[in-house]
């Protein structure tokens, strides 16, 4: 009964080689963001899609990117990635559209770049 | 920048309350707070959200002041499973997509 899926848990890539990691819901919630979090460091938000409309965070690197082809899935794509990607990425999802609104979190992605 | 500060660190016996505080001094009217915990190498976890009231659940309660501007979580009976960073967040935005982490708390349940 996973409600926020996330695969692969590990992935390993080149430095420079380009690297998507996915994101699956079954709650059917509106919203999907993903967070980056460094070793010993608090989440950070990347952007985010409330439905179809992406938003991203005005100091997220042009490097990472997004796409959501329906409302279950949703990918996060790291173009060129450096050694300072090397972190654990989360998503997570919430209904939206209230001022009361639990985000739910994937287990995570732990990227390392060699 | 998060809106909430935490004590970086506490202690607790397992079996005893563990009481988290957290300060929001600049929080506005229609914001909630939130907290969740992080375990080693895991998503956060949801715990408990609230307004003004006295909020329980399951896994916590949560006091707020009447002032709003800070909060404490309450887990009754630590486990040392309750080991973990504890995060509280005041969210802003009309989604929630401002959710803005601080350090959080390192909570460490002894036996």
């Known amino acids: 009964d996973a409600m926020v899926i996330q695969n692969p848990r590990y992935q390993v890539t080149q430095f420079g080689k380009p690297v998507t990691l996915s994101c699956s819901q079954t709650?059917?919630?509106?919203?999907m963001y993903w967070y980056q979090q460094k070793s010993s460091q608090a989440p950070k938000l990347l952007f985010h899609?409330?439905?179809?409309?992406?938003?991203n965070e005005a100091d997220t690197p042009d490097n990472f990117q997004s796409r959501r082809p329906n409302t279950s899935f949703c990918f996060l794509d790291i173009r060129s990635p450096g050694l300072g990607d090397a972190a654990m990425y989360l998503c997570?999802?919430?209904?939206?559209?209230?001022?009361?609104?639990?985000?739910?979190f994937g287990p995570g992605t732990r990227l390392t770049v060699l | 920048d998060a809106k909430t500060t935490q004590p970086p660190s506490m202690d607790c016996a397992e079996g005893r309350a563990a009481n988290l505080p957290c300060n929001h001094s600049t929080i506005s009217g229609n914001e909630y707070v939130y907290w969740y915990r992080q375990i080693h190498s895991q998503g956060p976890q949801y715990i408990i959200h609230?307004?003004?009231n006295n909020e329980t659940n399951e896994m916590a309660s949560l006091i707020i002041t009447e002032d709003r501007k800070s909060s404490t979580l309450i887990l009754p009976h630590a486990t040392l499973r309750d080991t973990a960073v504890y995060y509280c967040i005041v969210r802003v935005g009309n989604y929630g997509q401002n959710f803005v982490f601080g350090p959080g708390t390192r909570l460490s349940v002894l036996p």
């Open positions: 609230g307004l003004k």
């Open positions: 997570a999802t919430s209904k939206g559209g209230r001022a009361s609104d639990t985000q739910y």
């Open positions: 709650l059917n919630h509106n919203v």
């Open positions: 899609y409330y439905d179809k409309d992406f938003n």
